[in-house]
Structures are given as structure tokens and as C-alpha cells.
């Protein structure tokens, strides 16, 4: 192909010039009025040309603004995706406020059941290991803070302080194994001591003779020294009762999600030495 092209390109570049004259020619005659025999035999020649010219122009021509369209398009696109993440991020910073604001109400309004001043914390940490199960705050022995003071939330208590430092203080949580809180049976008041088990509490020394049954609320009993009475622990789980023995098994659900915990109440209660 290109070989017959080489050869004949002096015939074709003349026919091809002889062509552009033409069309030149031709387009200056569709201006006039008046046209002899030859100048409108070289329009009619020529009339399927320029409609071969119009149409590929006109091709052309809608390519190209499809083209300016489609890039006004991804521009367009593009700014639009902007603003839908910022207004995506505002949305997510908007409900992260008002979950807030719901957990401080609640707070504030149980703290305004508390007969005994209260300073509100944040938690700032937890312990990662599954041997201990404490929580850093972020108010020290600068607040007022002391070692044995009582921490809670509005579901009930989370712990009490075990060490402070002047900005912070570490709290272990009433599921720890090494904790322990003197309770009782809310509907029965029978007594016994709430132990940590890992995510569960189980309630000891409950005398075989007292009736518990799943779903009774277990509290403080305000005499192991540490948190008030009436402070919610959780509810019985389950009960089990061996034919002999002194005490029955409850196991207890706690009534805090302590995996949730954000902010806290600290009882500021006079420490017993």
C-alpha cells in the first residue's frame, strides 16, 4: 500500500489539490446570486462533498463538546465527592456530639440522685491484658483524687481507684478476680459478696436458705467500706442450689457494659484508712 501510494503520489497530490480548489471555488459560488451552466455543474459536482464535510464538521464539532462536557463532568464529580466526604465528616462529628450529650445527661441526672459530692472523669485508657481489668482516668490526686475512692456511671458501679498520680488515676473494675464488694439481694436483701470473674460477677456466701431468682437486681450494701448502698452491681443470671451445703452458686450479670465505659462519676467519699 504504502509502495502504490509512493508511486502515485504526484497524480494524487494533484487530484487532491485540483479537489481543495474545487470545494474553495465551489464554496465562494454558493454566495452568489447569479451562476453560469459551468459554475452550477461545479456546484452539483461538488454538492456531495461539502455534505460529506458538513456531516464529519459536524461530528467533529459534537465530539469535542462531548468532550468539554465530560471533563466539566468529572470536574463537577469530583467537587461533589469533596463535599459529600466533608459533610460525611461533620455528620459523623455531629452524632459522635450528641451521643455525648445523651451519655452527660444521663450522667448528670444520676448524679443529681448522689447525696455525696462527685467529680465526673474521662476514661483515657484500659488494660489490654486479660489478667487485670482496670481502667485509667483522666483526673489525678491534683482534683482530689485518693486511693479507695468509688467510681460509678448512671447503670452503677464501675470501681474504685487503686492508684493516683497528679493528672491520673487507675480504677479497677468490680469484674476484676481480685475485687470484691459487699452486696445484697434487692428483693430478698440476702447478703453476700460480689466477686470479679473475668467479664462476670458471681455473688458468694449467699446462704442456701434465701430465695434468689434470675433476674433479681444485686446492690451495694454500703458496709464493705468503699461504695455507698444501693448502687447497682447487675442481676442474677442464673442460681444454682446442690442438695447440701451452706451456700448456693448465683451467677451475676453485671449492669455496666465495661467495655463502652467513656465517662465516669468519682465519688469523692472520706477514704478509710
Avoid at 453560469?36 to 464529519?56: D, G, K, N
Amino acid at each position: 500500500m504504502l509502495e502504490l501510494l509512493r508511486k502515485f503520489r504526484i497524480p494524487l497530490m494533484a487530484a487532491f489539490l485540483l479537489l481543495v480548489a474545487l470545494l474553495l471555488y465551489s464554496a465562494n459560488l454558493r454566495n452568489r446570486e447569479h451562476t453560469t451552466l459551468f459554475e452550477r455543474s461545479i456546484l452539483q459536482l461538488t454538492l456531495p462533498l461539502h455534505h460529506l464535510l458538513a456531516t464529519m464538521t459536524g461530528g467533529v464539532s459534537g465530539w469535542w463538546e462531548d468532550y468539554v462536557w465530560l471533563v466539566g463532568a468529572r470536574q463537577e464529580n469530583q467537587r461533589l465527592l469533596a463535599e459529600t466526604r466533608q459533610l460525611r465528616g461533620e455528620l459523623d462529628r455531629m452524632q459522635e456530639v450528641r451521643l455525648a450529650n445523651e451519655r452527660l445527661r444521663r450522667l448528670l441526672e444520676f448524679k443529681e440522685t448522689l447525696a455525696l459530692p462527685t467529680l465526673p472523669a474521662q476514661v483515657i485508657s484500659e488494660d489490654a491484658s486479660s489478667w487485670f481489668r482496670t481502667v485509667a482516668i483522666d483526673k489525678g490526686s491534683r482534683e482530689g483524687l485518693r486511693e479507695g475512692m468509688p467510681v460509678v456511671v448512671a447503670e452503677g458501679a464501675v470501681g474504685r481507684i487503686i492508684r493516683v498520680t497528679p493528672h491520673q488515676a487507675r480504677v479497677l473494675l468490680i469484674t476484676d478476680a481480685s475485687s470484691a464488694v459487699a452486696a445484697l439481694v434487692q428483693e430478698s436483701r440476702a447478703r453476700g459478696v460480689c466477686r470479679g470473674q473475668g467479664d462476670q460477677l458471681v455473688l458468694d456466701f449467699a446462704l442456701r436458705r434465701e430465695e434468689i431468682a434470675v433476674g433479681d437486681r444485686i446492690v451495694t450494701s454500703g458496709t464493705g467500706g468503699v461504695f455507698p448502698k444501693g448502687l447497682v452491681l447487675g442481676s442474677v443470671a442464673a442460681v444454682t442450689r446442690e442438695e447440701y451445703g451452706l451456700f448456693q452458686s448465683v451467677q451475676v450479670a453485671p449492669a455496666v457494659d465495661f467495655s463502652r465505659l467513656e465517662e465516669v462519676l468519682v465519688l469523692l467519699t472520706e477514704v478509710q484508712k
